[in-house]
């Protein structure tokens, strides 16, 4: 049974940080594309981060860039998001995802999500 656990929301100030953990289970992490998603209400999700199961090649959704950092423990079946220099309208539910192919591909497995919420 694939599972993903989130974990690490919680609510911050304005240019604060938070490091989002995702502990998966039911397979072997290294193998496959892991990626988070966000959602805030009123709007769809959307991807935030991408992380490769070939060479750990990274992407980034344009307003997180430069901020938040996506990265893998394989030894640890554990993705990672960390975000610095939070803002606002980062506030969401995040949500971490298991990925068909690679990045760009299509969601197979989704996780509970965890609140993160930032206050100015």
């Known amino acids: 049974q694939v599972q993903l656990v989130e974990s690490g929301g919680g609510s911050v100030q304005s240019g604060g940080s938070l490091r989002l953990s995702c502990a998966a289970s039911?397979?072997?992490?290294?193998?496959?594309?892991m990626a988070w998603f966000r959602q805030a209400p009123g709007k769809e999700r959307e991807e935030v981060s991408c992380i490769s199961s070939i060479d750990d090649s990274t992407e980034y959704e344009s307003s997180v860039k430069g901020r938040f950092t996506i990265s893998r423990d394989n030894d640890k079946n554990t993705v990672y998001l960390q975000m610095n220099t939070l803002k606002p309208e980062d506030t969401a539910v995040y949500y971490c995802?298991?990925?068909?192919?690679?990045?760009?591909?299509?969601?197979?497995?989704w996780g509970r999500g965890t609140q993160v919420t930032v206050s100015s």
């Open positions: 039911g397979f072997t992490l290294q193998y496959y594309a």
């Open positions: 995802v298991k990925v068909f192919g690679g990045c760009g591909g299509e969601v197979e497995n």
